[in-house]
């Protein structure tokens, strides 16, 4: 009688020998590993990273053994009748493919003994830890006796309830340590993210969740029960926005400090800042930014007048892996007019609802809404990039006509300075227009940032041809956006007088906000970013500011073969 597939044994399959290139595999990863293949994939493979508060009290907790003292001598060195203790010390093996930061090592009778710092209280469970912090401090005796030590036991020290656990090396752990590090460095080869936990309790403490979204991947991909909540954490930092002529920014200990003209005019804490927004003549120090580099703090460049230029960042995302897949998917054609038509569906969509919603005689003509309704058909059903183009063309000019539906009535005070009859750009030649290619612009730099910062490359689209300094896929993500954001804001800063006739300058044709309509413009800007909705599709509630990070982490997904489509945010 054959054995059945669940009776079958384990046959162990070592990794050969690290050779060529190939970088030392850190040994806290094969903690992550044991705790979830995914977390450890995510960190080492696609160099994905997020602190929570337990990775903060964790570094809090290796304050004192992260600075070295005290030498381990080569093995055939080591003193028979001394007690030795040797903090931070690194050790190697290629045959392995391991390198360890290890916290401590004590020697007493010429065996050595690693001792690895935790965070938090010591478990009750048998073997006196998890499985994941013993295969950690395994791995550790492992390297050593790679370089000739003798290792009996090892011990895990938790700094919240001041205990020492000492951890016998047997052949159990031994065996399981073995095939924790053959197994990541297959899976880290093999090049394949492994599936997501399924409604597991580990995922609501774990710091990556906002980035490996278990839930909302499984969701989408089996219809499973509704996501946890766990996408949405609250976020205190905000962008800092400085547009005075010559001013001035500089970082004086953990405060940006702005001066006009030598003077003080505004302070900031830097934990407190998400971006730095920086509009026409600014001089920004090099500590500063340096200093912003270090913390990942982005630096966004716009001209006076409020196009964004550019934007300023570390070394960028690690996550090659992901940029690969989407350069891969751009010169598909096929995959390019279906991520397109999605878009283009979701963006007619979303202007219908803002018509619908904001329609300020009475409610919307059914007779308008069903033409909208009959251009998302015609869009499900193009075969060419030609012919969406052309849908989303008369559809805009549609939407844009009745656009002046949705601002102060005629007889307002602010009805004539106001008045639309149809989108024009480059320059803009009224209020209104003006409003909206400054929202559009304010809108292309979020997308950016956000691109760039989940590992995406924002000038590489599918849908708007790249062009020399065109953030293309930026301006691809953002088109169910511009209703729904740009849009709104402008709806929201008119109908609130927040923004008055008076905030707008005129030259040659051109007309454009001042210094202080721009300021309120942008706090009306923002301030629809943070507004937040119930996500249609996973049901919690979530910001519009990270509701763009979740659909481009979800648009990642997509590229690389988690789902099977990109879901489009379309509002209700």
Known sequence: MSDTPDSQPDLPLPFPELGGDLPLLPVRMLNEYQYCPRLAYLEWVQGEWADSADTVEGRHAHRRVDKRSGALPPADELPQDEKLHAR?????????????????????????????????????????AYDPERVQLCAQALILEEHGYRVREGVLYFAGSRERVRVELDEELRGLTRNAIDGLRLVAAGGTIPPPLSDSPKCPRCSLVGICLPDEVNFLKRETAPPRPLAVGHDEAMPVYVQAHRAKVNKNGETLEVTVEEKPAATARLSEVSQLVLMGNVYLTTPTLHALMEREITVCWHSYGGWFIGHTVGTG?????????QYRASFDDGRCLRIARGLVIAKIQ??????????????????????FKRDIDHARRVGTMAELLGVEGNAAARYFRHFRQMLPREGDAASFAFDFERRNRRPPTDPVNAMLSFGYALLVRAWTVCLSAVGLDPYRGFYHQPRYGRPALALDLMEPFRPLIAESSVIQAINNGEIKPTDFVSAAGSVALDADGRKR??????RRLGHEITHPLF????SY????????????????????????????
């Open 539 to 542: 049901g919690y509630k979530v």
């Open 88 to 128: 931070s010390i690194t050790l190697s093996s290629n045959r392995l493919g391991l390198i360890a930061k290890m916290d401590l090592v004590e020697s007493e009778d010429g065996f050595v003994v690693p001792v690895d710092y935790k965070r938090g209280k010591r478990p009750h469970v048998s073997g006196g």
């Open 521 to 526: 413009f942008i706090a009306a800007f923002e």
């Open 317 to 325: 995302h690690k996550n090659v892996e992901l940029r690969t897949a």
């Open 545 to 572: 500011r990270r509701l763009l990070e979740l659909q481009a982490r979800l648009f990642g997904r997509y590229l690389l073969g988690e789902l099977d489509d990109y879901p489009n945010f379309v509002t209700r």
């Open 350 to 371: 979303n202007a219908r609802t803002l018509l619908r919603r904001n329609w300020k005689d009475g409610s919307a003509p059914e007779p308008l809404l069903d033409e």
